[in-house]
């Protein structure tokens, strides 16, 4: 068994997947609502343009399916995440908080990566996450059948990430720090963009394949109708 002062999390999937929750939760909202088809897909995919992240959604592929969106990489999230106007979307107390788990969780995750942190700005930085995990699923509050505090999401919708995020990374930064080390040092984003590219040339190979094998297909039938099986 690895000793917990040998290993670190990998920063970069902590941004992904916890980026990928903050957008499922966002967009999934979003999706459902009658005028999406029409006008706020067009508005989002137009602010993705003008923020420089290619970006787009997929309509469902049954009826009562959801809709899906492109899958993106480390850099693109970390823009969305600090750029994309939430607070045009959503409206009332929920928006600002919403808006306002983004930001806060793109500045933490900038926060992870410095060099030279102090053990005060450690210690800073772990009350900020877990206040962040707090905030993300604060419920709502009703007094005398009125709503006093608007909720976000729920309690089963934090992830093993979060709590390594908010429970364990201020853990390591301290190890780290004593060693001269930093999350820095243990990037892996080139690795990433390498895997998301095997991935891609795979996809592309394989639906060549395919086209091929379904033309194929197409030749024999064409065979078959012009000269018939009891020709054979």
């Known amino acids: ?17 916890i980026a990928d929750v903050l957008f499922e939760c966002f967009f ?16 989002i995919e ?12 997929f309509a469902p592929k049954t009826s009562g399916g959801k809709w899906t969106w492109k899958s993106l990489m480390g850099p693109a999230k970390k823009t969305i995440l600090e750029k994309f106007p939430v607070s045009t979307f959503i409206l009332g107390e929920r928006e600002q908080k919403i808006e306002l ?20 700005e450690i ?20 007094c005398q059948k009125r709503i006093i505090q608007e909720g976000i999401y729920r309690a089963t919708d934090v992830t093993p990430y979060m709590h390594v995020f908010a429970q364990h990374v201020p853990q390591f930064m301290r ?14 984003l080139s690795i990433e963009k390498k895997n998301h590219e095997q991935v891609s040339i795979f996809n592309l190979k394989f639906q060549l394949t395919f ?11 064409l065979w078959w109708n012009f000269n018939g099986w009891w020709k054979t």
């Open 46 to 57: 137009q602010i993705m343009k003008d923020i420089k992240v290619h970006f787009e959604f």
């Open 123 to 142: 210690d800073e930085f772990e009350k900020d996450a877990k206040n962040w995990v707090r905030l993300f699923c604060c419920p709502t509050i009703f």
């Open 175 to 188: 190890q780290l720090k004593q060693r001269g080390l930093s999350f820095r040092h243990f990037k892996t």
């Open 101 to 120: 788990l983004w930001r806060e969780f793109y500045r933490l995750y900038c926060v992870m990566k410095k060099e030279n942190l102090t053990f005060d």
């Open 28 to 43: 999934n909202e979003i999706t459902t609502r009658k005028n999406f088809k029409n006008e706020i897909l067009h508005e």
């Open 211 to 221: 086209t091929k094998f379904l033309l194929n297909i197409g030749k024999v039938i």
């Open 1 to 17: 068994m690895i000793k917990t002062q040998n290993w670190i999390p990998d920063e970069l999937h902590i941004l992904l997947r």
